[in-house]
């Protein structure tokens, strides 16, 4: 009798379950996209949402008939998980400002994001125009595009000028062009006690991680290179297992610390003073000012390098097929992303919107703030992480080979990412 | 001996407290430190270093009255459905005979066996696609308003008390309403209490669900404000951690203080007093 | 559990209610008790209900508004997760249309091949093994502790309950702050201090995050020992010792099992509770290190909601509620037993 009952109940389960998955019909498909009121989300940080309400101001003051409303929602880990079950619930807003490009395949497998170039004549070329070749780095495998490039964060080697005079290095010129000599800083910086620790990268196992320690520094190693292109991993090439055997020795040598960080683990170790090093984002100057007293160089490379490539660390702007007017979404995304607006975004939160002109939209404003001119120069050759499908899958499979041979400071690491870099190429194709 | 015993016991109580405390205290001297101090003397208090500048870096983001309303409204909510449907199905489970009550035991620990992880996008699709609550509090409190932990504890406290109790109620010929109300009710007090104390602090707590279903700031509760600040806006300020230790002990405060005014109900309210009056 | 035949209830009833036979042997303060507990004649028309029904169908509408409040919010979303085990599934947009064909026991098969899965729940297995003991011993010994205490009881009591109701952010912090590899507890162990260091080190990591979730959690279990302990009447507890017995004698016959169907209570939670253990290891160490503080809540969050496998979160999951209710039903049975 028991039994009977609870096999009933199941079968009720799945009875009122189906309609959930067979559910069909409506909104997005088909059509002339068309105008009316929108919804949009974009950051919480404070600087981004003055930016973003007085561009939404402006607008609604000129489209009183296609109003956006504007909500601000926190760009964290969790973001990611909250769109892609808005996006299965079919309640996304229109427009997400702050999309991260890892996240865009996965929201593209949900069928959650609008093909741009099919959908707008003119996508193709206001996006082209705008972020020039830096396009092509947000394309979909089909070619298509379901990402407006927005900003551009290039990564730079920040460093404590204090920790490093009193390690006895030069805090005004530092040599830290290759590995060799981030290796000697970190030893000196250690047997002076001048800091913790010489370079303190987030070392919880999150897959996301590795944009902050491998990444950024193999892109300036390798000229640019992706982990993943043509479907193959290419970190087993040399640029790859010097940048691997490079943190291995950070690790090995204790200059970087295994542990998670108490506080918080991006910008905390080096605004505390903890770590004498940080890679960062332009971001880091409104978080460092007034705790460090802090410089800028470019990312170190194996051999010494003249210019660089680094990690981009976009943020992109997604249309989500939920969206009924999904012409004025365009329009918004458009009017958000003029001359005008990109150099308010720039002067509000020091990041640089994705413009191939951005020095010459600039130019005012890197006059008076000299420090953001590396940035700005660095910014078309700043390149983000791969779009393919299965991409955090990938980067899972990375970070375990990372933890297993780098963190741990032993272990071999051509084997280890060899079998690694097997898996990915497996992953990367579906 | 007996003084020796006492003294153990105390002995051991203190170093509870101790160990129950210190990470309280840290957190409220790491809210009060204009810059962070992770060094064993950062433990005690410097005065120069001491401000207030955390608290009114969060209370400048957002408006902290609305977001603990919110809070107190959706923590009501789930704190209520918990308790009323706890105290009914776990009476039943313990006392009454009928058909069907291994099935509803076997649910109760089925739903809370079951992770959060697994449920929650299938769940926010039911309640947002087709009970339409999105931004309400209704859609806040509905996961939670059944919490297994409740009845279990009812279900273990109407256990502990001797059967004869209600079948001599019974034998008086009253109703089963009314040994409900005015026997079983009374006797369970403490459990109560136990069991308001004990459930209340998950939705006061709890930060996903309600970041999932509300995207209007106007009705987000406190851990979700208090989530969205450290996440986004906490880096901007001079000491990051103190602000989000700031934040901790805003969402700490009613907790503590709500069990020390309730904590006394719960001692005065004993078996023996409850059967013989 | 329900058995049929309302003789057998009877039995397992008094089974199941364990203040039975030892607080009935003794002078408990219940009027007319025993005179009435016997069984009567009823009336045949009773008798059919009761066998459909069983003995108090007052119990079938008392749970009625719990079933059927699991049964609308509960049942679609879990009976999609079962289905979503059996089939190659993963989250659309509405109205996209994707074939899902059921796979059978692939996901299953697949999940329990993989090596982070064998090591979530191997790791769930330390947990628990740290975890539960623990929980029961200190949880019973500071609650009997305090309810013998008459002076402070009121800051005791609030002091253990501070830990319980502290968001995880704050006492993370205060662990990290303590365990680190340069923190208060290498300094005061000096050259014995852990290499690595406790939340780097593979074999230290997930006992550390046992011991912490037990700390956090006392507070609860020592709220619900209390409110038993307060149930135990001080009286038996004297006659104990005024009968020769010694105090710990005395507690072993008359406080355990006077408690038993609590410390059955906390078991089943600190077990179900163990089940999802997902914040320390997710703010902590994301897992690691190299897996070792993976934990299948961890991976369901990890597979189902970050890499958009929910088909495979789901089977995860299936298998995580199947351990936990076969656990949790064999101590059922044993701490109900009589």
């Not at chain 1, 530092?174 to 060799?180: A, C, E, I, S, V």
């Amino acid at each position: 009798m028991k039994r009977h009952t609870r096999i009933a109940v199941l079968v009720t389960a799945a009875a009122v379950v189906l309609p959930l998955s067979a559910c069909g019909s409506d909104d997005s498909s088909g059509g002339k996209p068309t105008a009316g009121p929108i919804d949009i989300w974009y950051s919480t940080n404070e600087q981004e949402q003055a930016w973003a309400k007085t561009v939404v101001d402006a607008w609604n003051t000129e489209h009183p008939e296609e109003k956006v409303t504007a909500r601000a929602v926190p760009a964290g880990k969790s973001t990611e998980d909250v769109i892609g079950a808005a996006i299965t619930a079919g309640n996304t807003p229109c427009l997400v400002y702050n999309t991260a490009p890892a996240a865009v395949s996965a929201f593209e497998k949900q069928r959650g994001l609008v093909n741009l170039s099919k959908t707008f004549k003119d996508a193709e070329s206001f996006i082209e125009q705008r972020s020039g070749d830096a396009v092509d780095g947000f394309r979909s495998p089909d070619g298509s595009l379901y990402q407006m490039p927005w900003k551009t964060n290039p990564f730079m080697l920040y460093y404590n000028k204090d920790v490093f005079a009193k390690a006895g290095l030069d805090a005004e010129h530092p040599k830290l062009r290759t590995y060799d000599d981030v290796l000697a800083a970190a030893k000196a910086i250690k047997s002076a006690k001048a800091a913790d620790f010489a370079l303190y990268p987030p070392a919880t196992s999150d897959y996301t991680n590795s944009l902050f320690d491998f990444y950024p520094l193999y892109l300036a190693n390798s000229g640019g290179t992706q982990l993943v292109e043509d479907g193959k991993a290419t970190f087993t090439g040399e640029a790859g297992l010097q940048t691997l055997g490079f943190w291995q020795q950070m690790y090995a040598e204790g200059y970087s610390s295994p542990e998670a960080y108490s506080g918080d683990m991006w910008a905390g170790p080096f605004s505390d003073g903890v770590a004498a090093m940080g890679i960062a984002g332009p971001w880091g100057k409104g978080q460092f000012d007034g705790k460090v007293e802090f410089g800028v160089v470019p990312l170190p490379t194996a051999a010494g390098a003249e210019e660089t490539s680094t990690f981009a660390d976009s943020k992109n702007v997604g249309m989500f097929t939920s969206c009924r007017n999904q012409q004025t979404a365009w329009d918004f995304a458009k009017f958000s992303m003029s001359k005008e607006n990109d150099a308010a975004l720039l002067e509000e939160t020091g990041q640089f919107p994705t413009r191939t002109d951005v020095t010459t939209v600039a130019a005012g404003f890197l006059k008076e703030n000299p420090f953001y001119e590396p940035f700005a120069d660095a910014v078309p050759r700043a390149v983000d992480v791969p779009n393919i499908p299965g991409s955090s899958q990938v980067w899972t499979t990375f970070r375990k080979a990372w933890d297993d041979t780098v963190l741990s400071g032993k272990g071999d690491v051509k084997d280890a990412f060899g079998a690694a870099a097997q898996t990915i190429d497996d992953q990367a194709n579906g | 001996m007996a003084r020796t015993l006492r003294l153990l016991r105390y002995g051991a109580l203190g170093l509870g407290a101790v160990a129950a405390l210190l990470p309280f205290y840290y957190m409220l001297i790491g809210a009060l430190q204009k810059k962070r101090d992770t060094s064993l003397g950062g433990l005690l208090p410097d005065p120069s270093n001491l401000t207030l500048a955390n608290l009114s870096g969060i209370d400048d983001s957002f408006s902290l009255t609305t977001a603990l309303l919110n809070s107190l409204i959706m923590t009501a909510g789930v704190v209520a459905c918990t308790l009323v449907f706890g105290l009914l199905a776990g009476y039943a489970l313990a006392i009454l005979h009928f058909r069907g009550r291994g099935l509803v035991f076997a649910l109760v620990l089925l739903v809370q066996a079951v992770p959060f992880q697994l449920l929650m996008i299938p769940l926010y699709v039911m309640v947002v696609r087709y009970f339409h609550l999105a931004d309400s509090y209704a859609g806040m409190i509905l996961p939670f308003a059944i919490n297994s932990v409740a009845v279990l504890i009812f279900r273990q406290y109407f256990l502990q008390i001797p059967r004869e109790i209600f079948d001599a109620a019974r034998m008086d010929g009253a109703s089963e309403l009314r040994i409900l109300r005015s026997v079983a009710v009374p006797l369970v007090r403490p459990a109560i209490l136990t069991a308001m104390l004990v459930t209340f602090i998950g939705p006061w707590n709890e930060f996903l669900w309600p970041f999932l279903i509300t995207k209007n700031p106007d009705m987000q509760p406190l851990a979700v404000s208090l989530a969205n600040f450290s996440q986004s806006n906490s880096t901007f300020q001079a000491n990051p951690m103190g602000a989000v230790l700031a934040g901790a002990c805003v969402l700490a405060v009613p907790a503590v203080v709500l069990f020390l005014l309730f904590q006394r109900h719960f001692t005065s309210s004993n078996l023996g007093s409850a059967i013989k009056g | 559990m329900t058995a049929p035949h309302p003789h057998r209830q009877e039995t397992r009833a008094a089974g199941g209610s364990p203040s039975g036979p030892q607080l009935q042997g003794s002078s408990r303060p219940v009027p007319h008790a025993s005179a009435r507990a016997g069984r009567q004649p009823r009336p045949r028309r009773a008798h059919r209900v009761e066998r459909w029904l069983g003995r108090h169908p007052f119990g079938l509408a008392l749970t009625a508004p719990y079933t059927i409040f699991v049964l609308v919010v509960f049942a679609i979303p879990f009976g999609f997760g079962v289905w979503m085990a059996f089939h190659d599934y993963f989250f659309t947009a509405p109205g996209v249309s994707v074939p899902h064909p059921f796979v059978g026991f692939d996901n299953f098969t697949a999940v329990l091949g993989d090596g982070d899965t064998q090591r979530a729940f191997r790791n769930l297995g330390v947990f628990m093994a740290i975890n539960i003991p623990l929980t029961v011993v200190l949880a019973l010994s500071l609650a009997a502790a305090l309810n013998a205490a008459t002076r402070w009881s009121v800051f005791f009591r609030a002091s253990y309950y501070v830990p319980y109701v502290t968001a995880s952010v704050a006492t993370l912090a205060v662990w990290l702050f303590l365990f680190s590899g340069s923190g208060a507890v290498n300094h005061a162990l000096g050259a014995w201090a852990p290499d690595p260091s406790w939340l780097a080190n593979k074999h230290l990591v997930m006992p550390l995050i046992a011991l912490y979730v037990t700390w956090k959690q006392l507070g609860f279990y020592i709220l619900l020992y209390l409110a038993a302990l307060q149930n135990v009447p001080r009286e038996l507890h004297e006659a104990a010792l005024t009968d020769g017995a010694g105090r710990w004698q005395a507690f072993r016959a008359v406080t355990l099992p006077a408690v038993r169907p609590v410390t059955s209570l906390v078991i089943l939670l600190s077990l179900i509770t163990s089940g999802q253990i997902f914040t320390e290891p997710f703010l902590l160490t994301g897992g690691g290190p190299n897996g070792a503080s993976l934990t299948p809540a961890l991976l369901i969050y990890q597979r189902g909601l970050e890499q958009g496998e929910p088909d495979a979160a789901a089977a995860i999951g299936l298998i995580l509620v199947t351990a936990v209710l076969i656990l949790a039903t064999i101590s059922r049975r044993v701490m109900e037993r009589n």
